[in-house]
């Protein structure tokens, strides 16, 4: 069994849209026989949004630098032989990532706006604004993937959407447009 590393945000403060993403990710993975480890920051919601999604976690102590944390995250992997990183980490993500390539694992990042340089060996940013697919790819052999349909989300989300052609304009009686989604 391959053992991927999960290291995300966790922090209240920052919202819980890099945990929920990371989750249904790591849940994607294990339906393919992968064992998820995630490294989160300390916190106590968190820690029950992974326990009732059945993943096992660790909580990453706070360092003075990401140097200093990407060694913890590397003695963490090396612990479960786990050769995969996934980085959910938004500003972090990019010099955790740098650090994490010197160590010979494979790293991937899950980006929407702040990568600048692509250390990793993957990249998936599923946003629609081009200008958050720009990156300077200091590795050379990394792996670039944009647009929407790189965006995770959850499946109750897919199951509900409309196809753009089901989308009717319509003109109401006071004369102003409105969008109408056809049934």
């Not at 249904?24 to 968190?46: C, Y």
């Not at 913890?72 to 992997?77: D, E, L, S």
């Not at 160590?103 to 692509?118: E, H, M, P, S, T």
């Amino acid at each position: 069994m391959n053992t991927i590393t999960i290291r995300c945000i966790a922090d209240e403060s920052k919202g819980f849209g890099n945990l929920s993403r990371a989750i249904l990710l790591g849940k994607e993975l294990k339906k393919k026989s992968n064992n998820i480890i995630f490294l989160i920051d300390k916190n106590s919601n968190a820690k029950i949004i992974l326990q009732k999604n059945n993943f096992e976690y660790f909580f990453v102590p706070q360092f003075n630098s990401k140097k200093k944390e990407s060694e913890f995250i590397i003695k963490k992997m090396n612990y479960f032989k786990s050769k995969s990183v996934i980085l959910e980490m938004r500003e972090f993500s990019e010099i955790l990532s740098k650090y994490l390539k010197n160590y010979g694992k494979q790293v991937i990042i899950i980006d929407d706006a702040w990568v600048k340089n692509l250390y990793a060996d993957l990249i998936f940013n599923g946003t629609v604004v081009k200008k958050y697919h720009r990156y300077k790819k200091i590795n050379k052999n990394a792996k670039i993937f944009t647009g929407p349909k790189f965006w995770i989300a959850d499946q109750h989300f897919l199951k509900n959407q409309k196809k753009f052609s089901a989308i009717k304009s319509m003109q109401p009686r006071s004369g102003t447009s409105v969008l109408q989604v056809a049934p």
